[in-house]
C-alpha cells in the first residue's frame, strides 16, 4: 500500500544514490593522492571532468529500461530526468575544458595536432560529439533527423565520449596513478557500455524468441489507430493495466525503429494485446497501413502508472487526447475482475467525433460505477455538457466532495497536465496519491 513516507523514502534514497555515484570519482581520486595542488582553478575544471565523465557513464544506467531502476518515479520520469541530467552533463564536461583553457594555457596543447595528433582529434571529437548529443536533442524536429537515426547517433556518441575520456584519464593519470584506482574507471566504463549492449543487442535476441503478429488494425477516429496483436508460439505479455511497452515492427528486432506505446486493452484478455496510437510524425503516420499477418516484437512492460493497492476509495483519472489509452486499460481490468470501486473520468478531446472509444466508454459505465465526463474544445449546439479545455473549475465540479480519498491518474497533452498537477498540488493532495505519465519518451 502506497504511503506517503514510504514515497519520500524511497525518493530519497535513489536521488541520495544517483548523487553519490556522481561524486565518488572526487573521492576516489584523493586516495593516496600525493601531488602538489596545482592550483584552485585547474583543480576545479579537473573536478569538473570527472563528475561530467560520471554523469554521462549514469546516463546508461538510467536509460537500461530496467523496472526496478529509478523506482518509484516510473520510467517515464526516469527517461525525463536523464534528458535533463544530460545537459547538465554537458554543462560539466565543457566547463572542464574552458575552465582549464582559461586556467592555463598550456591545456591548449591537448587540442594540438603537432603535440599529440591521435590525443587532439579524440579530445576535439569528444567536444563536438557533445554538442552534437545536445544539439540533436533539443533541435531534433527543427533539423529533420528521423527519430530512429537520432536513437542510434545518441548512444554511439555517448559512447565514444564515454571511451574517450575513460582513456584520457588513463593518459593523463595524475589522479588514477594506482593500478587499482584504473582497473575501476575502466570497469565502471564497461558497465555503462556494457548496459548499452544489453540494451541494443540481448534484449533484442531475447524478444525473437517470443514474436507477435498483427491480427487487427481499425481506425478509431480520424488519425487515431488501434492495432492488436496476438503472441505467436508463446503465452503473451505479463503485465499490469496502465503500463507501456517498446514496439518493433518488421522481421527482426534488430532494427533501428522502435516506439514506446501504452497498452490499451486488459491484461486479463491473454491472447490478444491493444494499442492505441494517434498519427503524430516518423512512425506512427503509417499505423494505418500496417498489413495483418506482418510480425511485431514487444520490449517490456514498462510504467508505474498502475493501480496499486490503497486506501483509496474513488479513482480520477484526468486525461486528454490519445492520454485515454492507460486509463482504458484499467477500466478494463476493473470490468474484467468485478471491481466495483468508484471511478471518475475526465476526457478532454477536440470534440465528440474525434473522441477515440466515446462508446467503449459509454458501455463501460453501464458496467462500472464509473462516471465519464467529456469536456470538448468545439461540441455541437445540442451538447449541454463542459466545453473548452479542461480547467481547475471543470475538475473541482465533476469530483466528490471528500477529495482525499481519491487517488489521481493524470495523462494527456503538456498544457493540460500542467493544470491539472498544478491544481492537485495546490489543493494539497499528496504527492504519492497523484500517478502522472506523459507521452514524450525518447
Given at each position: ?9 524511497n ?14 570519482p572526487?573521492?576516489?581520486a ?29 546516463q546508461?544506467?538510467?536509460t ?8 518509484p518515479?516510473?520510467?517515464?520520469e526516469?527517461l525525463?530526468?536523464?534528458g ?19 586556467a592555463?594555457s ?9 603535440v599529440?595528433l591521435?590525443r ?26 528521423v ?7 545518441h548512444g ?14 588513463m593518459?593523463?593519470?595524475f589522479?588514477?596513478?594506482?593500478i ?15 548496459m548499452?549492449v544489453?540494451?541494443?543487442v540481448?534484449r533484442?535476441?531475447?524478444m525473437?524468441?517470443?514474436?507477435y ?13 488501434s ?13 499490469k ?13 534488430f ?15 491473454k491472447?490478444k ?15 494505418g ?12 512492460p514498462?510504467g ?11 479513482n480520477v ?12 486499460s ?7 475482475r468485478?471491481?466495483q470501486r ?7 478531446t477536440?470534440?465528440k467525433?474525434?473522441t477515440?472509444?466515446?462508446?467503449e ?50 495523462c ?11 491544481t492537485?498540488r495546490e489543493?494539497?493532495v499528496?504527492?504519492?496519491m ?8 525518447v
Amino acid at each position: 500500500m502506497r504511503t506517503r513516507s514510504a514515497f519520500i523514502i524511497n525518493s530519497a534514497k535513489w536521488l541520495l544514490l544517483f548523487t553519490v555515484l556522481v561524486v565518488a570519482p572526487l573521492f576516489l581520486a584523493m586516495v593516496g593522492h600525493r601531488e602538489e595542488s596545482r592550483g584552485f582553478w585547474v583543480e576545479f575544471g579537473v573536478g569538473l571532468g570527472f563528475i561530467g565523465l560520471a554523469m554521462m557513464g549514469l546516463q546508461f544506467v538510467l536509460t537500461a529500461r530496467y523496472s526496478k531502476i529509478g523506482a518509484p518515479f516510473g520510467m517515464d520520469e526516469l527517461l525525463n530526468f536523464h534528458g535533463q541530467a544530460g545537459y547538465v552533463a554537458w554543462l560539466f564536461i565543457m566547463g572542464h575544458f574552458i575552465v582549464l583553457f582559461l586556467a592555463d594555457s598550456e591545456f591548449l596543447k591537448f587540442l594540438d595536432p603537432a603535440v599529440n595528433l591521435p590525443r587532439a582529434l579524440a579530445l576535439s571529437g569528444v567536444i563536438v560529439a557533445t554538442c552534437c548529443l545536445i544539439a540533436f536533442t533539443y533541435w531534433r524536429e527543427k533539423i529533420g533527423l528521423v527519430y530512429e537515426w537520432w536513437r542510434a547517433s545518441h548512444g554511439l556518441l555517448a559512447l565514444f565520449i564515454v571511451f574517450i575520456g575513460t582513456v584520457h584519464i588513463m593518459q593523463v593519470s595524475f589522479y588514477v596513478s594506482e593500478i587499482w584506482q584504473q582497473a575501476l574507471w575502466v570497469i565502471m566504463s564497461l558497465v555503462a557500455i556494457g548496459m548499452l549492449v544489453h540494451n541494443r543487442v540481448l534484449r533484442p535476441l531475447q524478444m525473437r524468441k517470443k514474436p507477435y503478429k498483427v491480427v487487427s488494425v481499425k481506425e478509431e477516429v480520424k488519425e487515431t489507430w488501434s492495432i492488436e496483436l496476438e503472441p505467436d508460439g508463446h503465452a503473451g505479455l505479463e503485465f499490469k493495466a496502465g503500463q507501456f511497452v517498446w514496439i518493433t515492427l518488421g522481421e527482426t528486432p534488430f532494427k533501428l525503429q522502435q516506439h514506446p506505446f501504452t497498452i490499451s486493452s486488459s491484461p486479463e484478455v491473454k491472447d490478444k494485446i491493444r494499442f492505441t496510437i494517434k498519427e503524430l510524425g516518423d512512425f506512427t503516420t503509417q499505423v494505418g497501413a500496417i498489413e495483418i499477418g506482418s510480425r511485431a516484437f514487444i520490449e517490456g512492460p514498462y510504467g508505474n502508472f498502475t493501480m496499486d493497492e490503497t486506501s483509496a476509495t474513488h479513482n480520477v483519472f484526468i486525461v486528454g487526447g490519445i492520454g485515454i489509452t492507460p486509463t482504458m486499460s484499467i477500466l478494463q481490468t476493473l470490468r474484467e475482475r468485478g471491481d466495483q470501486r468508484e471511478s471518475t473520468v475526465i476526457y478532454g478531446t477536440p470534440s465528440k467525433q474525434l473522441t477515440p472509444f466515446y462508446e467503449e466508454l459509454k458501455a463501460l459505465s453501464a458496467e462500472l460505477r464509473l462516471n465519464v465526463v467529456h469536456v470538448f474544445e468545439e461540441a455541437d449546439d445540442d451538447w449541454d455538457g463542459e466545453t473548452g479545455f479542461i480547467t481547475p473549475e471543470i475538475i473541482r465540479r465533476n469530483l466528490p466532495d471528500d477529495i482525499s480519498n481519491c487517488e489521481y491518474f493524470v495523462c494527456g497533452p503538456p498544457p493540460m497536465m500542467d493544470v491539472a498537477e498544478g491544481t492537485l498540488r495546490e489543493w494539497g493532495v499528496p504527492v504519492h496519491m497523484v500517478h502522472s505519465e506523459r507521452f514524450n519518451i525518447v
